[in-house]
């Protein structure tokens, strides 16, 4: 009888992420009133998955938030925490709250499995999709244990969140650009429905009351490596934008109606000479619009 070896877990460190830490007495009731997720759902060691909104319902940044001890440390793009801290210091008025980068931490991303970690290391599962594995925040000093992990690369981590079909910020939409719909909160756990009020709640929840989200990031397959940021065509009709890319496969911003209506006409997706098709990823509870719904 043959026996599989167990899997080792593979970990590679993004380099292009920063962390912010929120401490003080009101730092959870603070967070509560900004982001779209709950801060509630943080127990036993879990993270939530969340974004700051403009009062119009866009997306300013979306990152991750977990609790160390008392305070919450935000994970977050390295190029955006400091506005991104100027922006929570907008609305702390008088709260008792403190905002500090943490240059001396690293956010790695691990797959495949788990495996033991440094003292002081703070490890949660992504609650986007289990699938992507676990995120861990390692302090200054302090490595994953190589002997337990396989050593990836940023490539091999965004490969995978591409073939499953997940969305990055600042890669697959803009900033300041986007609702959360587009950008899959509604389907990765980004956004609560239930809970009270935050900024941009209001346009948030009409749209997905009255179910009028129109664009989403969707995982698209080319006959051809895909052109990163090119524009996507039905016939002669601009329907989306590519984002991120791996070789084939990639992910694009689309206005699904315009594509439903295009192919309902006969006319073929491209961007740049490269015949696509577009899918939906497993996790999605939503559908390909018909010619007719569009």
Known sequence: MSHRAPEVPQVTALTDRGVLRVSGTDAKSFLQGLVTNNMDKMEDGNAIFAGLLTPQGKIIIDF?????????????????LEALAKRLSFYKLRSSVSIDAEPAVTVAAAWGGTAPLPAGAVAFADPRLADLGDRILLPEGTNV???AYALASEGDYHSRRIALGIPDGGRDYAYSNAFPHDALYDQLNGVDFNKGCYVGQEVVSRMHHRKSARKRVVPIEGDAPLPEGAEVMAGTQPVGTIGSVDETRGLA????????????????????????KVRLPKFATFELPTAEGA
Do not use: N, Y
């Open 64 to 80: 991750f938030v977990v609790a160390d001890g008392d305070a919450f440390l935000i994970d977050a793009p390295k190029d955006d």
């Open 253 to 276: 911003l689309l206005r699904l109606d315009r594509v439903a209506s295009a192919e309902a006409k006969g006319a073929l997706l491209h961007a740049d000479g490269t015949a696509i």
């Open 145 to 147: 244990d190589e002997a």
